[in-house]
C-alpha cells in the first residue's frame, strides 16, 4: 500500500517570503501525484499534478512542485507568498485502479 | 461542466437519526469516493465505489455506515444512529473511467453536526 507523509504540521511564514511544504510517499510502483488546496470550511481544489515527462510541474496561484523519484518526494514551493495562500494544503498519491492516498495535510499561515 | 455536487451542505441531527449524504459526480465521471475530515485532522478515506459497485470500503466504519451509487442517481453515504463523533466534514470526490493518471476532483463538502 501507498503512503503519504507531509512531516510539517504548520508552517508560518511572512508574507512574500518563499515557502516549501514538504511531501514524501513510499511506492514500489509508477505514481501519480497531486497538491491539493483547502480554503476554510471548502472543499479541495487541484493545485497541480505530476503524470509523467518534466519532473517540474507548475501550477495554479504561483505554485510549483519537483517530482523526485530517487528521495520519493514532491514538494511544493512558491516564491513569494501572498496573505491569500494561507490555507490547508495535502498531498496525494494515485495508483493504479484509481486509488488515492492523501497525507495529513500541512497549514499554510501567512503573516503580514 | 458542474463540478462534484453535494447536498446538503450543512446537516444537523439529534443523536440516534439517520443522516444522508447525496453526492452527484462529474458529468462523465463514473468513479466515486468519500473521504471524512474530522476536525483539525486529514482527509480519511472511507470507500470508493463505481456505479452499482463497491470498489472499496476498507475505510469504512463496521457499523452504522453504508455507501451506494446506483445505476441512477446520486451517490448516497447513509449514517445510521448518528453519535456526536461522527461530527465531521464529508466530502465526496469523482474521477473518470479508465486506468492510471485519473486526477480526482472534489465537491465542497457536507458538513455533519451531531447534537
Known amino acids: 500500500a501507498q503512503s503519504v507523509t507531509q512531516l510539517d504540521s504548520q508552517v508560518p511564514v511572512f508574507e512574500e517570503a518563499p515557502v516549501e511544504l514538504r511531501c514524501n510517499y513510499s511506492s514500489s510502483v509508477s505514481v501519480y501525484l497531486f497538491w491539493y488546496v483547502q480554503y476554510p470550511n471548502q472543499g479541495l481544489q487541484l493545485l497541480l499534478k505530476y503524470l509523467s515527462g518534466s519532473t517540474l510541474v507548475k501550477g495554479i496561484n504561483g505554485f510549483e512542485a519537483e517530482f523526485n523519484k530517487s528521495q520519493t518526494s514532491f514538494h511544493l514551493r512558491k516564491p513569494s507568498v501572498h496573505i491569500s495562500d494561507t490555507a490547508e494544503y495535502f498531498c496525494a498519491v494515485g495508483s493504479g485502479f484509481n486509488k488515492f492516498y492523501f497525507g495529513s495535510g500541512t497549514k499554510l499561515n501567512v503573516k503580514p | 461542466n458542474a463540478g462534484v455536487m453535494q447536498n446538503p451542505r450543512h446537516l444537523v441531527r439529534r443523536r440516534g437519526q439517520e443522516a444522508r449524504l447525496r453526492c452527484s459526480p462529474m458529468?462523465?465521471?463514473?468513479?466515486v469516493y468519500w473521504y471524512r475530515q474530522l476536525p483539525e485532522e486529514g482527509l480519511k478515506f472511507m470507500v470508493y465505489l463505481q456505479k452499482e459497485n463497491i470498489i472499496d470500503e476498507s475505510g469504512m466504519p463496521k457499523e452504522r455506515f453504508s455507501a451506494e451509487f446506483p445505476k441512477e442517481g446520486p451517490s448516497i453515504l447513509r449514517i445510521q444512529q448518528v453519535v456526536r463523533g461522527d461530527s465531521a466534514a464529508y466530502f465526496c470526490?469523482?474521477?473518470?473511467?479508465?486506468?492510471?493518471?485519473?486526477?480526482?476532483?472534489f465537491g465542497e463538502g457536507s458538513w455533519l453536526t451531531v447534537v
Open positions: 470526490a469523482s474521477s473518470p473511467p479508465g486506468g492510471s493518471g485519473n486526477t480526482i476532483y
Open positions: 458529468k462523465g465521471h463514473s468513479h
